[in-house]
Nanobody, 120 residues
Framework: QVQLVESGGGSVQAGGSLRLSCAAS????????MGWFRQAPGKEREGVAT???????SYADSVKDRFTVSKDNAKNSLSLQMNSLKPEDTAMYYC??????????????WGQGTQVTVSS
């Protein structure tokens, strides 16, 4: 059974940093694309960052140069380093596992989410 468990969310002031983690079980993250998504109240879920099986990454324009996605294949875990946080980054953050190595297969597994709140 695939499980993705996020951690590391919290409350921080604008300009601060947080590091989110996603621990995977029943799923080998090194073989597939992984992604971070977020959803703010009243808004649709949006993609934040992805990392393919070969380590190549992509980011939403809104987080480029501030967020960094990485993975630790030995620990089977995914991370999202978030710097220079803004109030508009406030959302529930989810990690998700793609069915494809290069992020083209859709996300079949989702974590329960971790809340990030950024105050001005």
């Amino acid at each position: 059974q695939v499980q993705l468990v996020e951690s590391g969310g919290g409350s921080v002031q604008a300009g601060g940093s947080l590091r989110l983690s996603c621990a995977a079980s029943g799923y080998v993250i090194s073989s597939y694309c992984m992604g971070w998504f977020r959803q703010a109240p009243g808004k649709e879920r949006e993609g934040v960052a992805t990392i393919a099986s070969d380590g190549s990454t992509s980011y939403a324009d809104s987080v480029k140069d501030r967020f960094t996605v990485s993975k630790d294949n030995a620990k089977n875990s995914l991370s999202l380093q978030m710097n220079s946080l803004k109030p508009e980054d406030t959302a529930m953050y989810y990690c998700a596992a793609n069915r494809d190595r290069y992020c083209g297969g859709g996300y079949g597994y989702w974590g329960q989410g971790t809340q990030v709140t950024v105050s001005s």
